[in-house]
């Protein structure tokens, strides 16, 4: 069975820097494409970065420039560096599949705030 668990979230001021992690436990892990999305407070979850097998890269217009998504293969993780926060970056994050093929982790908080 699959498994995504994210971590590394939590509490920053807003111009600072997260580094967010995701294990996957997902057999052929480095054939996927993997993303990252968040889900903000009453809003839908939206597509914030991804990362094919190939190691090429897309963002959301919002984080370009200022988030980095990699991947290990040899580890099964997704990273994701947060840098130059904004307070509308708070929102739960999540990683999955790209489409999302897997059941959904519980995600890790992001909170941007001084």
């Known amino acids: 069975q699959v498994q995504l668990v994210e971590s590394g979230g939590g509490l920053v001021q807003p111009g600072g820097s997260l580094r967010l992690s995701c294990a996957a436990s997902?057999?052929?892990?480095?054939?996927?494409?993997m993303a990252w999305y968040h889900q903000a407070p009453g809003k839908q979850r939206a597509l914030v970065a991804s990362?094919?097998?190939?190691?090429?890269?897309n963002y959301a217009d919002t984080v370009k420039g200022r988030f980095t998504i990699s991947r290990d293969n040899n580890k099964n993780m997704v990273y994701l560096q947060m840098n130059n926060v904004k307070p509308e970056d708070t929102a739960v994050y999540y990683c999955?599949?790209?489409?999302?093929?897997?059941?959904w982790g519980k995600g890790t908080l992001v909170t941007v705030s001084s």
């Open positions: 990362i094919s097998s190939v190691t090429s890269t």
């Open positions: 997902v057999s052929m892990f480095s054939f996927y494409t």
């Open positions: 999955n599949s790209f489409p999302a093929n897997f059941d």
